[in-house]
């Protein structure tokens, strides 16, 4: 580390020494009492300043508001036209040494506070005493004996080497990284870094400066990526593999090829860094591993600059100081679309959520390996690993392994699915390819065919998805996403949470089916045919009746569900989209009132966007049945199917809109016995 300069104001900008290390504005920024949210000092630059006071003067305060703002929730993070911003500074001298820094009226960070013996400012803050020196959070140590322990589970592979992907970062120098080209002729160990990018990286490889990259990376990385090679070192592992480095981002051929081996190279990897609670790839998950940032410090009744010493402060609960601090721990990571498959391909994840580290394999759940703090003695002992299954989807080397039941695969199946519907895909053609690895997996294991999001052996059920509830503002219906990339019959066709549903009438308990005569995909590209698609059909022999029985347009009516104080109840009983009088699903001239009154009309109707809800345009709907019998476990009549619209153009050629799953008082339409089969193609 390079000693600070004789002047310390020379380690911050002419803006800054101008503003917040001016003494008068200092001064007013230290504690004189009780801490509000207004009191401090608070100034305000442009975004644009602050990276030039960093670049030009090497600022060592810009640099840390720019890192606080790196850390910030997806919420509080300025969009692009936020030019300026607020810095409050609250400077603690009392009990805690520390800084508090809050942007735009948001408490982003702080930090602790010392000097070193020497400084005047030891006068007023004091030094740092080894007793209460911090170590970093993360133990490699028991990090690595849990790896080597993972090797004896029944259920866990032994660690073996295997070839490595493409590309992977040469990790034995942390300072110095370098990409390695290995075109998978080389064998070994090797990590990998599941992380939310927040948005462009301004470092990934290209075509450019493949070959400078190759020779060491001689830039600075994003810091989570610079985080994941120093704990990739640290576990004594020469290499790692991470997306935006070890993936030619300006070559869709490099692109669609390593995609397409994205399930090998997240379940053949050493083991999963996953950063569970950084927001974008510059904040980074080891805070407390960087050296602190030195600072000018200017003492009450001295214009004589100082130092201190400011070291980033973990947020955690005390409860060896008498009380607990509440503590908001952020999970980004779980509401990437991406990073669902890179945690259920993983076979062992070190899982980074400061001030926790947890570590997990396919045998046991998740098991505490923080370094103890000498305040928190509850942190002293390792949580007890409780042993889970999701080794049914992986063989082992041991030959140790039993079959899996069909029922197991498709619950586990169910639930990934309800998990992945409900996080975001920043580019909206990945839906499929973001998990095509977790579908190719259960395609070996099940020894099934995937068709665009479905099951070949259970694709009449799969079929009959729903959405859970209107997802978007104020409980209103999303909008279809207006580019192709699934049919309107795959769960991928719209942005919602799903709804799926297990226990309803199946293909054992109807008196009819529709007959499915052919489904077809076409894969973007044939390398992965398990990532985007550009076309496919389903063709049907199939009931098919015009929704309204004067033939003409209509709109749904929707009824908001109920709320529990202030939470919407977000399911599909506790809202209702509404037909018009005279649909063909409800017997003639019926005007049934239900318990709240209103005229009850039919249950089981759930659109799968905005299309077809009031105030959008009225569509010609039609009624598709796939399934019905009657009295279903003496609950009466049902019919399973969809509301269907036809492809302007086209004359047997329909998109789906919503699902019908009518049953509870529901009657035999009075039309359904001699309407004739008809086949229908579903686009």
């Not at 009990?95 to 960070?109: E, M, P, Q, S, T």
């Not at 749904?556 to 202030?566: A, E, L, N, P, S």
């Given at each position: 580390?390079?000693?600070?300069?004789?002047?310390p104001?020379?380690?911050?900008?002419?803006?800054?020494r101008?503003?917040?290390?001016?003494?008068?504005?200092?001064?007013?920024?230290?504690s004189k009492?009780h801490?509000t949210?207004?009191?401090?000092y608070?100034y305000?630059?442009?975004w644009?300043?602050?990276?030039?006071?960093?670049d030009?003067?090497?600022c060592a305060?810009?640099r840390?508001?720019?890192?606080?703002r790196d850390g910030?929730?997806?919420d509080?993070?300025?969009?692009?036209?936020?030019?300026?911003?607020?810095?409050?500074?609250?400077?603690e001298?009392g009990?805690?040494?520390?800084?508090?820094?809050?942007?735009?009226?948001?408490?982003?960070?702080g930090?602790?506070i010392w000097?070193?013996?020497g400084?005047?400012?030891?006068?007023e803050?004091?030094?740092e005493?080894?007793?209460f020196?911090?170590e970093p959070?993360a133990?490699?140590?028991r990090?690595?004996?849990?790896?080597?322990?993972c090797?004896?589970?029944?259920?866990?592979?032994t660690?073996?080497?295997?070839?490595?992907p493409?590309?992977?970062?040469d990790?034995?120098?942390?300072?110095?990284?370098?990409?390695?080209?290995?075109n998978?002729?080389i064998?070994?160990?090797?990590c990998?870094?599941?992380?939310?990018w927040g948005?462009?990286?301004?470092q990934?490889?290209?075509?450019?400066?493949?070959?400078?990259?190759?020779?060491?990376i001689?830039?600075?990385?994003p810091q989570?990526?610079?985080d994941?090679?120093?704990?990739?070192?640290?576990?004594?592992c020469?290499?790692?593999?991470?997306?935006a480095?070890?993936i030619?981002q300006?070559?869709?051929?490099?692109?669609?090829?390593?995609?397409?081996?994205?399930?090998?190279?997240?379940?053949d990897?050493?083991?999963?860094?996953?950063?569970?609670?950084?927001f974008r790839?510059?904040?980074?998950?080891?805070?407390?591993a960087?050296?602190?940032?030195?600072l000018?410090y200017?003492?009450?009744g001295?214009?004589?600059?100082?130092?201190?010493?400011?070291?980033?402060?973990i947020?955690?609960q005390?409860?060896?100081?008498?009380?607990?601090?509440?503590?908001?721990?952020?999970?980004?990571l779980?509401?990437?679309?991406w990073?669902?498959q890179?945690?259920?391909l993983?076979?062992?994840?070190?899982?980074?959520?400061?001030p926790?580290?947890?570590?997990?394999?396919?045998s046991?759940?998740?098991?505490?390996?923080?370094?103890p703090?000498?305040l928190d003695i509850?942190?002293?002992?390792?949580?007890t690993?409780?042993?889970?299954?999701?080794h049914?989807?992986?063989?082992?080397?041991k030959g140790?392994d039993l079959t899996a039941?069909e029922?197991?695969?498709?619950?586990?199946w169910?639930?990934i699915?309800?998990?992945y519907?409900?996080?975001?895909?920043?580019?909206?053609s990945?839906?499929?390819v973001?998990?095509?690895?977790?579908?190719?997996i259960?395609?070996?294991?099940?020894?099934?065919?995937y068709?665009?999001g479905?099951?070949?052996?259970?694709?009449?059920?799969?079929l009959l998805?729903?959405?859970?509830?209107p997802?978007?503002?104020?409980?209103?219906f999303?909008?279809?996403?207006?580019?192709?990339r699934?049919?309107?019959?795959?769960w991928?066709?719209?942005?919602?949470?799903?709804h799926?549903e297990?226990?309803?009438?199946t293909?054992a308990?109807?008196?009819?089916?529709?007959?499915i005569?052919a489904?077809n995909?076409t894969?973007?590209n044939?390398?992965?045919?398990?990532?985007?698609?550009?076309d496919a059909k389903?063709t049907l022999?199939a009931?098919i009746?015009?929704?309204?029985r004067?033939?003409?347009?209509?709109t749904?009516?929707?009824?908001?569900?109920?709320?529990?104080?202030?939470r919407?109840?977000?399911?599909?009983?506790?809202?209702?989209?509404?037909?018009?009088?005279?649909?063909?699903?409800?017997?003639v001239?019926?005007?049934?009132?239900?318990?709240?009154?209103?005229?009850?009309?039919?249950k089981?109707i759930?659109?799968?966007?905005?299309e077809?809800t009031?105030?959008a345009?009225p569509?010609?709907?039609h009624?598709?049945?796939?399934r019905?019998?009657?009295?279903?476990?003496n609950q009466?009549?049902?019919?399973q199917?969809?509301?269907?619209?036809?492809?302007?153009?086209e004359?047997?050629?329909?998109r789906?809109?919503a699902?019908?799953d009518l049953m509870?008082?529901?009657?035999w339409?009075?039309?359904f016995?001699a309407t004739?089969?008809?086949t229908?193609v579903?686009?």
């Open positions: 580390m390079t000693p600070p300069p004789n002047n104001l020379a380690l911050v900008c002419s803006a800054c101008t503003g917040p290390f001016s003494y008068e504005n200092f001064r007013n920024a230290v009492g801490y949210d207004t009191s401090g608070v305000t630059r442009t644009k300043q602050i990276v030039q006071s960093i030009k003067e090497a305060w810009c840390i508001v720019r890192r606080t910030l929730p997806g509080k993070f300025p969009p692009a036209d936020k030019q300026d911003v607020e810095v409050r500074i609250q400077i001298n009990a805690r040494k520390g800084i508090n820094i809050y942007l735009d009226g948001f408490k982003a960070v930090y602790s000097s070193q013996p400084d005047a400012a030891i006068k803050i004091g030094k005493f080894s007793l020196k911090k959070y133990d490699y140590q990090a690595k004996e849990c790896i080597k322990a090797s004896d589970h029944e259920h866990c592979n660690i073996e080497d295997t070839y490595l493409t590309r992977v970062i990790c034995s120098n942390p300072s110095k990284p370098r990409l390695v080209e290995t998978r002729k064998k070994g160990h090797y990998t870094l599941s992380y939310a948005g462009e990286q301004h990934k490889t290209t075509k450019a400066n493949l070959g400078t990259y190759v020779k060491g001689n830039v600075p990385l989570t990526i610079a994941a090679i120093y704990v990739t070192n640290q576990i004594g020469k290499y790692l593999w991470v997306d480095l070890c030619i300006d070559s869709d051929e490099d692109k669609v090829k390593e995609l397409a081996d994205m399930a090998h190279i997240y379940s990897s050493y083991v999963t860094i996953s950063a569970l609670s950084a790839a510059d904040q980074g998950f080891l805070p407390d960087r050296p602190p940032d030195i000018p200017f003492v009450e001295s214009k004589t600059p100082s130092r201190m010493s400011a070291e980033f402060d947020p955690r005390t409860p060896g100081l008498g009380k607990y601090e509440t503590v908001v721990m952020y999970r980004p779980d509401e990437r679309g990073c669902l890179e945690s259920a993983a076979p062992r994840r070190l899982i980074f959520q400061p926790h580290v947890s570590f997990k394999c396919r046991f759940g998740e098991r505490n390996i923080t370094r703090t000498p509850t942190s002293q002992s390792e949580s690993p409780y042993p889970i299954d999701d049914i989807l992986f063989p082992t080397n140790t039941k029922s197991d695969l498709r619950e586990r169910r639930k699915l309800w998990d519907s409900e996080r975001k895909i920043t580019v909206a990945d839906k499929f973001a998990l095509a690895g977790v579908a190719e259960f395609e070996r294991v099940s020894k099934d065919k068709i665009a479905l099951w070949k052996r259970t694709f009449m059920d799969d998805w729903e959405i859970w509830a997802a978007g503002p104020e409980e209103t999303l909008p279809r996403p207006p580019k192709y699934a049919p309107t019959w795959s991928a066709s719209v942005d919602a949470k799903l799926l297990v226990y309803k009438p293909s308990d109807a008196s009819y089916e529709a007959e005569l489904c995909v894969p973007k044939r390398i992965h045919p398990l990532g985007e698609i550009v389903l022999k009931k009746h015009p929704l309204m004067n033939g003409k347009k209509c749904f009516t929707v009824v908001k569900g109920q709320r529990f104080g202030d919407f109840v977000s399911n599909a009983t506790t809202w209702k989209c509404i037909p018009p009088q005279g649909n063909c699903l409800e017997p001239g019926s005007k049934k009132k239900g318990d709240d009154g209103d005229e009850e009309r039919v089981g759930t659109f799968d966007s905005e077809g009031a105030p345009p569509l010609d709907f009624v598709l049945a796939l019905a019998g009657r009295k279903w476990r009466g009549d049902w019919m199917g969809f509301l269907v619209v036809r492809v302007e153009g004359a047997n050629q329909y789906r809109v699902k019908l509870y008082e529901f009657q339409p009075d039309w016995d004739p089969l008809k229908v579903l686009v």
